[in-house]
């Protein structure tokens, strides 16, 4: 099992939930450590369902959202699913502005995006 | 100490760097000038994610991190407005050829919405004819009581 810096991982059943542990998600050596380690999941790890819990997460620059985008895309590619939840309103905002609330599910609260997983 | 507290207005001019993380110098003080000031925290998560993404475009994009090259940063914030022009020694590009990232064929591109977030989260922005300077706007409202 890799070790991560930028992400903790746990599981409910079969679920993979990921939580951030940079409040402030800006920094471009953090956003290329951030995408490596949540691509680990997927290349590495094997992970079909993953649920990326943004509790504790108040800032993301434009360039966190290209390496979301890349993770989502690396998922699809091994018929994974991706979820989110726990979105501050300033962030929800950013994906509403940028129209990726069509490309992410998103949902409010945890309890709820891991029963969308069922 | 070159600011002072009880001003109406908070002015700062500053030369940054090209390099990653630079933009620190200028969003560091600015948040805390925007919180002394008594700006909602949305208003001030919307400036923070405006110049951040001006300041690593001037960097990143602008000067694309050439060390001879600098980012010119001016800066006011008062009670009801914040204004941040930021320039950088680059060639400039069109902001009117910047791809819509939001058309369903380029939805999942990873980049090119930093200009977006920028135009949708203030009040005004406005490049120079060059394209490598770019002033950024947010007005408070409701504005404060008199």
Same mark, same amino acid.
């Not at chain 1, 810096?5 to 679920?15: A, H, L």
């Not at chain 2, 914030?77 to 910047?98: A, N």
């Not at chain 2, 920028?118 to 922005?125: D, E, K, L, V, Y």
């Given at each position: 099992?890799?070790?991560?810096?930028?992400?903790? &991982? @746990?599981?409910? !059943?079969? #679920?993979?939930? #990921?939580?951030?542990?940079?409040?402030?998600?800006?920094?471009?050596?953090?956003?290329?450590?951030? %995408? !490596?380690?949540?691509? %680990?999941? #997927?290349?590495?790890?094997?992970?079909?369902?993953? =649920?990326?819990?943004?509790? !504790? &997460?108040?800032? =993301? @620059? @434009?360039?966190?959202? %290209?390496? =979301?985008?890349?993770?989502?895309?690396?998922?699809?590619?091994?018929? !994974?699913?991706?979820?989110?939840?726990?979105?501050?309103?300033?962030?929800?905002? #950013?994906?509403?502005?940028?129209?990726?609330?069509? &490309?992410?599910?998103?949902?409010?609260?945890?309890?709820?995006? =891991?029963?969308?997983? @069922? | 100490?070159?600011?002072?507290?009880?001003?109406?207005?908070?002015?700062?001019?500053?030369?940054?760097? *090209?390099?990653?993380? *630079?933009?620190?110098?200028?969003?560091?003080?600015?948040?805390?000038?925007?919180?002394?000031?008594?700006?909602?925290?949305?208003?001030?998560?919307?400036?923070?994610?405006?110049?951040?993404?001006?300041?690593?475009?001037?960097?990143?994009?602008?000067?694309?991190?050439?060390?001879?090259?600098?980012?010119?940063?001016?800066?006011?914030?008062?009670?009801?407005?914040?204004?941040?022009?930021?320039?950088?020694?680059?060639?400039?590009?069109?902001?009117?050829?910047?791809?819509?990232?939001?058309?369903?064929?380029?939805?999942?591109?990873?980049?090119?919405?930093?200009?977006?977030?920028?135009? *949708?989260?203030?009040?005004?922005?406005?490049?120079?004819?060059?394209?490598? *300077?770019?002033?950024?706007?947010?007005?408070?409202?409701?504005?404060?009581?008199?």
């Amino acid at each position: 099992m890799a070790t991560h810096r930028r992400i903790d &991982v @746990s599981k409910t !059943g079969d #679920v993979s939930v #990921v939580t951030f542990t940079d409040p402030k998600i800006l920094d471009e050596a953090v956003i290329q450590e951030l %995408g !490596g380690e949540l691509f %680990g999941l #997927v290349e590495v790890d094997n992970r079909k369902a993953i =649920l990326l819990d943004f509790t !504790g &997460v108040e800032f =993301l @620059s @434009s360039a966190a959202l %290209g390496k =979301l985008i890349t993770f989502d895309r690396k998922l699809k590619t091994a018929k !994974g699913r991706l979820k989110f939840c726990g979105l501050v309103p300033g962030i929800l905002e #950013v994906f509403q502005v940028t129209k990726l609330n069509k &490309v992410f599910d998103i949902r409010a609260e945890r309890a709820e995006a =891991l029963a969308a997983f @069922s | 100490m070159a600011d002072n507290d009880q001003a109406e207005v908070w002015k700062r001019s500053l030369t940054l760097p *090209s390099a990653r993380g *630079s933009s620190r110098l200028v969003t560091d003080d600015l948040l805390e000038k925007l919180g002394h000031y008594g700006w909602p925290p949305d208003d001030i998560f919307a400036i923070h994610l405006a110049a951040e993404e001006a300041l690593v475009n001037a960097v990143v994009h602008g000067n694309k991190l050439d060390p001879e090259k600098t980012v010119h940063v001016e800066c006011l914030v008062s009670p009801e407005l914040m204004r941040i022009e930021v320039t950088d020694q680059g060639e400039g590009f069109d902001p009117k050829r910047v791809p819509d990232c939001t058309l369903a064929d380029r939805l999942e591109s990873p980049g090119g919405r930093g200009v977006m977030l920028m135009r *949708s989260f203030m009040t005004r922005i406005e490049y120079n004819a060059k394209g490598n *300077s770019v002033l950024l706007e947010k007005r408070r409202d409701p504005p404060p009581e008199a």
